[in-house]
């Protein structure tokens, strides 16, 4: 097989939740368990932090990777979902996994995996697990997929836990208040392991707060950390939402100094500053062009959309346009509800099953009083913006990690940059 073949073969023999949604979803480690021992344990090869939560996860796993790169650790970096190409997922030291692991992991594997069916999260998770101990790395950040406590990244025994924040997002696993989110997201903290809480609410501290008193985990609020460690740090990362983001993994640096990191001022800094270029991370807050202006972010639910729809009304502009689509198992009138209602809306769909068809977020959005016109697909939307804008505008593109990844794949057609 080659690449193409293989990642074929994989989105279609494991179900894939980024394709279909929950009919991918495992729930329990049995599968993780027996595929782990198969291929050796390949996580106690190497040490770990764990990161969870609603949102700021990915940002949170890729700065730490770049801190730890810029320290002189191999790193491996292991996130979802991916954008453009699978291969985004696993990374050491930036560099995506080859195509050719891939395919050989899949042709020499797929006689003892297939009879388990795992799911692709599953798969993907032991392969990265895998290609981490092959390479020797020192230490792997490790983004959790969905909740925490029965995540198949929940076995490993981190130096640390991060938890981000808890909004509302995959209620149908997680529960449907915010302390039954916190408390599968809590599932991650473990015995004697140091564990920060980025962002809490009054429903889900106590939850954080009692689980880490069962197991003796030290815990830490970064909302309760003056974070004075590195005045006047800059953050690549330019959503407002990344001030959390960066109070958290400042929380977080100390403990792993305590753990025996070696990590001086320049290492913290540099990471902080070039996290884009080392380690790969993509859309967030991410501008492609210059007048008019086209920024696109992964923001996809209540909690996300919240800050863009606080970062929009700080921007100066002429007249503001918003590319929109989003996947059927959202809080979509929950979105629509925070997003500015004198924009020009562009209403469309994601190349992926889940896609909420345009025609039905348009008739949504109009019920809150949003309007404007659908598209069957991102380029038709983007184009129409651009040829609709002039050079003071403002053109936004989100709702969705899919809406972005298709305008990702589409940029050079789009000349975008």
């Not at 999260?121 to 895998?130: D, K, S």
């Amino acid at each position: 097989m080659d690449y193409q073949n293989t990642l074929n073969y994989l989105y279609n023999s494991t179900p894939m939740f980024q394709q279909v949604g929950g009919k991918a979803y495992k729930e329990g480690l049995e599968n993780t368990l027996i595929l782990d021992e198969h291929f050796g344990n390949p996580h106690r090869t190497f040490r770990s932090l764990h990161v969870a939560g609603t949102n700021g996860k990915g940002s949170c796993s890729h700065t730490l990777a770049a801190i730890l790169q810029q320290a002189g650790y191999r790193v491996g970096l292991y996130t979802s979902p991916h954008l453009i190409d699978f291969r985004e997922r696993i990374r050491v030291n930036g560099h995506p996994i080859p195509e050719e692991y891939v395919i050989h992991f899949v042709e020499k594997e797929r006689a003892f995996f297939e009879p388990l069916h795992p799911s692709f999260f599953e798969l993907t998770t032991a392969m990265a697990f895998r290609y981490f101990a092959d390479q020797q790395i020192d230490v792997a950040v490790i983004e959790v997929g969905l909740g925490g406590r029965l995540d198949c990244t929940n076995i490993i025994r981190p130096d640390a836990c991060i938890i981000t924040n808890i909004s509302f997002d995959h209620t149908m696993f997680l529960g449907n208040t915010l302390a039954q989110i916190a408390g599968e997201k809590a599932g991650i903290i473990k015995s004697g392991i140091p564990v920060v809480i980025g962002e809490t609410t009054p429903e889900t501290k106590p939850i954080f707060s009692q689980k880490a008193q069962e197991v003796n985990a030290p815990i830490y609020f970064a909302e309760e950390n003056n974070c004075d460690d590195y005045p006047d740090i800059e953050f690549e990362l330019k959503g407002l939402y990344q001030k959390k983001n960066k109070r958290t993994i400042l929380t977080v640096l100390p403990l792993l100094k305590k753990a025996g990191y070696c990590l001086n001022e320049q290492a913290v800094r540099k990471g902080f500053a070039h996290v884009t270029e080392l380690t790969g991370l993509m859309g967030r807050w991410q501008k492609l062009q210059d007048s008019p202006t086209l920024i696109c972010d992964t923001g996809h639910n209540v909690g996300g959309i919240t800050y863009i729809a606080k970062q929009l009304k700080q921007q100066t502009y002429r007249h503001l346009h918003i590319i929109i689509g989003m996947v059927n198992d959202k809080d979509i009138r929950g979105v629509l509800a925070l997003l500015p209602k004198d924009a020009t809306y562009y209403f469309t769909k994601a190349s992926v099953k889940r896609a909420l068809p345009e025609s039905e977020l348009k008739a949504l959005a109009a019920s809150v009083g949003l309007k404007g016109e659908c598209y069957p697909d991102v380029p038709s939307a983007v184009r129409d913006a651009q040829e609709k804008s002039l050079p003071d505008d403002f053109i936004f593109v989100g709702g969705s990690s899919f809406i972005v990844a298709d305008l990702l794949a589409n940029r050079n057609a789009l000349n975008l940059h």
